[in-house]
């Protein structure tokens, strides 16, 4: 059964940084794209970034560009988004996503001074 798990949210200072964590299981994670997506309050999911199976390509929304990085680390079935440069609009609850169809709980990451 594929299960996600999400973690590493928290409160950050606009600035600061955070890395988020996803833990995988059930599926062949080392051979499947994966995505992050988020929901700020209010609104709708929207998609933030997509690495390839092998970590080899990514892509990002542009309101993210030069201050994310997406990787991965298929021996321990993780995928990782590290922020950095945090926005106030980067707040939201943070979902990984395997298939457009399967995610986790969520972590929040809620950045206010």
């Known amino acids: 059964q594929v299960q996600l798990v999400e973690s590493g949210g928290g409160l950050a200072q606009p600035g600061g940084s955070l890395r988020l964590s996803c833990q995988a299981s059930?599926?062949?994670?080392?051979?499947?794209?994966m995505r992050w997506v988020r929901r700020a309050p209010g609104k709708g999911l929207e998609w933030v970034s997509w690495?390839?199976?092998?970590?080899?390509?990514?892509n990002y929304v542009d309101s993210v560009k030069g201050r994310f990085i997406v990787s991965r680390d298929n021996a321990k079935d993780t995928l990782y988004l590290e922020m950095n440069d945090l926005k106030v609009e980067d707040t939201g609850v943070y979902y990984c996503l395997y298939l457009n169809v399967y995610w986790g709980q969520g972590t929040q990451v809620t950045v206010s001074s």
């Open positions: 690495i390839d199976s092998a970590g080899e390509s990514t």
């Open positions: 059930g599926f062949g994670f080392s051979t499947s794209t």
